[in-house]
């Protein structure tokens, strides 16, 4: 599990909604079971929505060692020559961008987001979408990468 945060959200959490979505149920009220149907998930599904966001994510993949230097399998006879040349210039890159997308849930006041590892890890930036289509830069503040 991973935390991320963004000053902007907190505005937003603490101004934005009336009473926070976590102080809406009390003492024994969390403990009580509920019948779980579709329309008992419908109803929650919607209530919680504005607490879940899209996190976008750019990276940057470097060319793994063993394939720097090297020349093709292939020969002279590389069916990805041209693709490569045609694309590229030439040889594969050594480092490239790449973007990612994956999702989380606000978690309190402060604008905090639990996510997985995998959707932030070596992230160079972090953009954070809300349901209202808002976005806001946010950090990673914490990770457990054997947790994901």
């Known amino acids: 599990m991973l935390i991320i945060t963004t000053v902007a959200l907190l505005s937003l959490i603490t101004t934005g909604w009336g ?19 579709s329309e008992t998930f419908s109803k929650l599904a919607e209530k919680l929505k504005p ?27 590389d069916p990805f020559r041209e ?14 961008e790449t ?3 994956g999702s989380g849930f606000i978690i309190n006041e402060e604008g905090y987001i639990v996510t997985n590892n995998h959707v932030v890890e070596n992230a160079k ?3 954070v979408a809300l349901s ?17």
Not at 19 to 36: A, D, F, H, N, V
Not at 132 to 148: F, L, M, P, Q, S
Request: no cysteine.
């Open 132 to 148: 209202d289509k808002k976005e806001y830069n946010a950090e990673v503040i914490g990770r457990d990468k054997k947790t994901d």
């Open 51 to 77: 607490a879940v966001v899209n996190i976008s994510t750019t990276q940057v993949v470097k060319q793994h060692p063993f394939f720097k230097g090297r020349p093709s399998p292939f020969g002279e006879q």
């Open 99 to 101: 973007r990612s997308l």
């Open 19 to 37: 009473e926070p979505l976590w102080k809406t149920l009390e003492g024994s009220e969390r403990r009580k079971q509920i019948k779980i149907t």
């Open 83 to 96: 693709f490569f040349e045609r694309f590229f210039g030439g040889e594969m890159p050594r480092e490239f």
């Open 125 to 127: 930036e972090i953009i």
